[in-house]
């Protein structure tokens, strides 16, 4: 049984940044493309970053290019999204999700798996 644990989520200022992870168990985490997704109060689930099996290729919102930075640690069975320079509109729900096959993947339909959540708040 696949489990996703996110961790990392909090309280930050505008300006500021936060380092979330996301720990993986119960399938061969090197053999999936991993991705992050968030959900604002009101507002549906949206793509924020996707990473190959290898790590060798990434994916961003648009938003959210050259501020956050998606990676992943096969050996640790972990993915992680550096978020820098974080503005209000970050605000939401963070979600990690193992996707069905090795490759990119940004539509939620492309991922099986999914955690429960980190909520990450930023302050104007």
């Known amino acids: 049984q696949v489990q996703l644990v996110e961790s990392g989520g909090g309280l930050v200022q505008a300006g500021g940044s936060l380092r979330l992870s996301c720990a993986a168990s119960g399938r061969t985490f090197s053999m999936y493309a991993m991705g992050w997704f968030r959900q604002a109060p009101g507002k549906e689930r949206e793509f924020v970053a996707t990473?190959?099996?290898?790590?060798?290729?990434?994916y961003y919102l648009d938003s959210v290019k050259g501020r956050f930075t998606i990676s992943r640690d096969n050996a640790k069975n972990t993915m992680y999204l550096q978020m820098n320079s974080l503005k209000p509109e970050d605000t939401a729900v963070y979600y990690c999700a193992q996707a069905y096959g090795g490759m990119l993947s940004i539509h939620s339909d492309e991922y099986g798996y999914w955690g429960q959540g980190t909520q990450v708040t930023v302050s104007s």
């Open positions: 990473i190959s099996w290898s790590g060798g290729s990434t």
